[in-house]
């Protein structure tokens, strides 16, 4: 047995129970509390040190009074910027000072970037962070009967439905399933059945390829998948049974037979000329995502274009997410390209007039982005809601729990042999990349074990390790992803390879699956702590993660292991006794308790500091 250190830290994070409010206004007087338990040590004062337009301004925080093994110190601070960033310096009995961030405890000084952070930018809507999102690649989904009568594009290399993904070489983006909206209409009951609440659709504009990412235009659906009306009647239909669904758009490159394309290649001075960014004065060599010439690179420096796109009611933002189709948000592709190019760096101008148009047509509505690194820069709440969680999440979860060995893929990133980390690098992992993020972007990130742009998780997951990494995929703050096929137990040795389409004809021989993700996916909804509540972490050692979701009425414990565990926390760490929700692990008082890999939740008494 062990005494873990960390449930002995004093702890802040943002969440409601730290944070008076959520939502603040510039000038605002926001209370912010820490908490400090008794065996940290005595504590002789705490202040809060902001730094509004880069000057230091300090508050001094009274102490509240102790609950549950620990101390409480609440502060005033009052909001001067729009991102508004604070820390808490504590001054122990025998004089020493030390500095408490998102980063953790720091007996020096520390950065303003890792800050918490108040947000007074427009929020994300209130189910944003309540959600559990189902991803869906349309061409590999379903088909509806419909699907046989449509002649098939001159570019598509027809697929039979059971037919192996073709993964590498010049047919890859061809192949041609013929999956369509309406075929995901006549699923919903699957999703109903997983107990998801957001669809997530991969591009359905025209285009000439199987993913759809090269649109040739933005203004309608392809008529492969069934046309406008089938969107319509999707999003209709799921709204129905409480499914929310949103859409895909490409804000960094359009496909070179879009329509805008088209009118400015070779032909200088035309409207849509300053789309894009040309290399030679005669308009035939351009720019392009990572030198792909089908995906000509948008330059947003042009008023028309935004005009066009993403700025105001009528555009292409704006249309989808009015009636008939009722979109609820939108993913963005490549945002952490979007607007960068040499000099230029647009993005902040993108993310926040893509965000106001959809404020102004819906506020109701969600916005995610795509980033494969390090997002915090672009994740401070005034326009992505959050981003796709690669850095603190997927890699460090694939390289705890996955087996080790030669690899042809890691992410795109250099490594010949699976990297193998500890469950101390996933835990640090997580908390590097997250200290920049204020807490609002934290909790709606999109925790994906994988999509269609990765290999499968299931490729190479250790035995036992799917349950273990899925459930942290619905216990740590953000939004689950479940790509279609992963309730499965599908698998692919990359993006390509994992684009499988579902076998609906052999649903019946994965229901042991299907009924892991369920009982996964209903207890993270059931658990409003698991959407909103704080993140404190209790133990983390070389094969186990131990924290706890805490919130006012309710609070879960969560244990994650690769090997056994029996780990002692200290008196006061967790609030009561606990009711397992799911797994085979033992709680006895503060003692934790498992065999071999397991993942294992119990529901606690909520935290109630006082009022």
């Excluded at 993310?351 to 915090?376: C, K």
């Excluded at 009425?553 to 029996?566: I, K, M, P, W």
Aim: charged letters at 25%; one cysteine or more.
């Amino acid at each position: 047995m062990s005494t873990p250190a960390l449930a002995l830290e004093p702890h802040h994070d943002g969440s409601p129970l730290y944070v008076s409010t959520q939502t603040p206004a510039l000038g605002d007087a926001v209370q912010v509390r820490v908490r400090i338990p008794l065996a940290y040590g005595a504590v002789a004062a705490v202040r809060t040190r902001s730094n509004p337009d880069h000057e230091p301004r300090w508050s001094t925080a009274t102490l509240l009074g102790e609950r549950d093994g620990a101390q409480w110190w609440q502060a005033e601070v009052e909001v001067g910027n729009p991102v508004h960033g604070y820390r808490f310096v504590i001054e122990h009995a025998d004089g020493r000072v030390v500095w408490l961030c998102n980063a953790g405890l720091s007996d020096i000084e520390t950065r303003d970037d890792d800050d918490f952070k108040l947000v007074t930018h427009p929020p994300a809507p209130a189910w944003g962070a309540e959600t559990v999102m189902y991803q869906v690649f349309p061409d590999r989904f379903a088909r509806s009967a419909a699907a046989d009568a449509r002649a098939l594009p001159e570019w598509a290399e027809p697929a039979e439905w059971d037919d192996e993904p073709i993964y590498q070489g010049p047919s890859t983006p061809l192949q041609f399933y013929g999956g369509d909206l309406d075929g995901v209409t006549e699923h919903l009951d699957h999703l109903e059945r997983l107990g998801v609440n957001l669809l997530y659709l991969t591009p359905f504009f025209p285009a000439r390829s199987n993913h759809r990412y090269d649109a040739h235009r933005f203004d309608q659906v392809d008529e492969l998948l069934g046309g406008d009306e089938a969107l319509a009647r999707l999003t209709a239909a799921a709204h129905e049974r409480g499914i929310r669904v949103m859409g895909d758009l490409t804000s960094n490159h359009s496909g070179d037979a879009h329509e805008w394309f088209r009118a400015a290649h070779g032909r200088p001075g035309t409207p849509e000329s300053e789309f894009y960014y040309w290399l030679d004065d005669e308009q035939q060599t351009y720019e392009s995502w990572l030198g792909v010439p089908s995906l000509p690179k948008l330059n947003w420096n042009s008023r028309e274009l935004r005009r066009r796109f993403i700025e105001g009611p009528d555009s292409v933002v704006a249309h989808w997410m009015k009636p008939p189709f009722d979109l609820d948000g939108w993913r963005i592709d490549v945002a952490n390209m979007t607007g960068r190019f040499g000099d230029d760096d647009l993005n902040e101008a993108v993310r926040r007039t893509i965000r106001q148009t959809m404020i102004e047509v819906d506020p109701d509505t969600l916005l995610l982005a795509e980033y494969t690194n390090d997002a915090a820069k672009d994740l401070q709440g005034d326009g992505w809601h959050g981003a796709m969680t690669y850095a603190n999440f997927t890699r460090p979860v694939w390289a705890w729990l996955s087996s080790p060995g030669p690899t042809d893929w890691f992410f795109g990133l250099p490594y010949p042999v699976m990297p193998q980390y500890t469950a101390r690098q996933v835990h640090h992992a997580h908390r590097r990349f997250t200290a920049a993020m204020p807490w609002r972007t934290r909790i709606h990130g999109m925790n994906a074990l994988d999509t269609h742009d990765t290999a499968r998780f299931a490729n190479r997951a250790l035995p036992g390790a799917v349950p273990v990494a899925a459930g942290l995929s619905m216990t740590l703050p953000g939004i689950p992803v479940v790509f279609a096929g992963d309730e499965l137990g599908a698998t692919g040795e990359n993006g390509e390879h994992s684009r499988t389409t579902m076998p609906w004809d052999r649903l019946g021989d994965y229901n042991e699956q299907i009924e892991l993700y369920a009982t996964l996916v209903r207890v993270r909804r059931e658990h409003p702590a698991l959407s909103h509540g704080g993140l404190r972490w209790l133990h983390v050692d070389d094969d186990s993660l131990i924290f706890v979701r805490e919130a006012a009425d309710e609070s879960v414990l969560v244990l994650a292991a690769r090997d056994d565990v029996d780990v002692t926390l200290p008196i006061g760490a967790i609030a009561g006794a606990g009711e397992r929700l799911i797994g085979t692990g033992t709680l006895d008082g503060t003692r934790v308790r498992s065999t071999g890999m397991a993942f294992t939740a119990w529901r606690l008494p909520g935290v109630r500091p006082f009022d």
